[in-house]
Antibody, heavy 123, light 107 residues
Framework: EEQLVESGGDLVQPGRSLRLSCAASGFTFGDYAMHWVRQAPGKGLEWVSGITGNGGTRGYADSVRGRFTISRDNGKKSLFLQMNNLRPDDTALYYC????????????????WGKGTAVTVSS | DIQMTQSPSTLSASVGDRVTITCRASQSISSWLAWYQQKPGKAPKLLIYEASNLQSGVPSRFSGGGSGTEFTLTINGVQPDDSATYYCQQGNHYFFTFGQGTRLDIK
């Protein structure tokens, strides 16, 4: 069974940093692009960032570009999100998500979701 | 950036009804569109990809259509289990955008 488990969410003060992790199992991790999607309390879904299977290409939402960095370790089947200079509007549940397309050149669609890890940015 | 606009924002239907949700893109996205269903407290679930392809395991009462800038998600014969929020998502190379969501209530 394909599974994603996020960790690292916490309560942090504005301006501080946090690193999220996602452990994958049940599929060949390096064959798929991966994404982070967030959902603020009571709000809709927002795609945050994505990375191709080999890590060669990364994409970011305008709201996080320059502050967040996505990375992956295919040997450890893990995805990461380094979040710097956090702001109160970064408060959300952060989902780790697998891309649907095997060895895709581009990002496509998202077919396996974790349960999320909660990030709260507040003083 | 490509903006996605869904309508309506909320929808109420009776069991057995046919309902349609519309998603409009601010520029052409060909058929690079997906639909997701999200129930309260749960992660989203992929229903439709590439505008009209049904994801494995999704009931056949769900269907998608459209191309370019206008897309639809149709549920033929709504069931109580379909009560959820539905999101469209454009997949343009290395950047995704979601619509704001449509909440479907079952009367």
């Amino acid at each position: 069974e394909e599974q994603l488990v996020e960790s690292g969410g916490d309560l942090v003060q504005p301006g501080r940093s946090l690193r999220l992790s996602c452990a994958a199992s049940g599929f060949t991790f390096g064959d798929y692009a991966m994404h982070w999607v967030r959902q603020a309390p009571g709000k809709g879904l927002e795609w945050v960032s994505g990375i191709t299977g080999n890590g060669g290409t990364r994409g970011y939402a305008d709201s996080v570009r320059g502050r967040f960095t996505i990375s992956r370790d295919n040997g450890k089947k893990s995805l990461f999100l380094q979040m710097n200079n956090l702001r109160p509007d970064d408060t959300a549940l952060y989902y780790c998500v697998k891309d649907r397309e095997i060895r895709g050149v581009y990002f496509h669609y998202m077919d396996v979701w974790g349960k999320g890890t909660a990030v709260t940015v507040s003083s | 950036d490509i903006q996605m606009t869904q309508s309506p924002s909320t929808l109420s239907a009776s069991v057995g009804d046919r309902v349609t949700i519309t998603c409009r893109a601010s520029q052409s996205i060909s058929s690079w569109l997906a639909w997701y269903q999200q129930k309260p407290g749960k992660a989203p679930k992929l229903l439709i990809y590439e505008a009209s392809n049904l994801q494995s395991g999704v009931p056949s009462r769900f269907s998608g259509g459209g191309s370019g800038t206008e897309f639809t998600l149709t549920i033929n014969g709504v069931q109580p289990d379909d009560s959820a929020t539905y999101y469209c998502q454009q997949g343009n190379h290395y950047f995704f955008t979601f619509g704001q969501g449509t909440r479907l209530d079952i009367k």
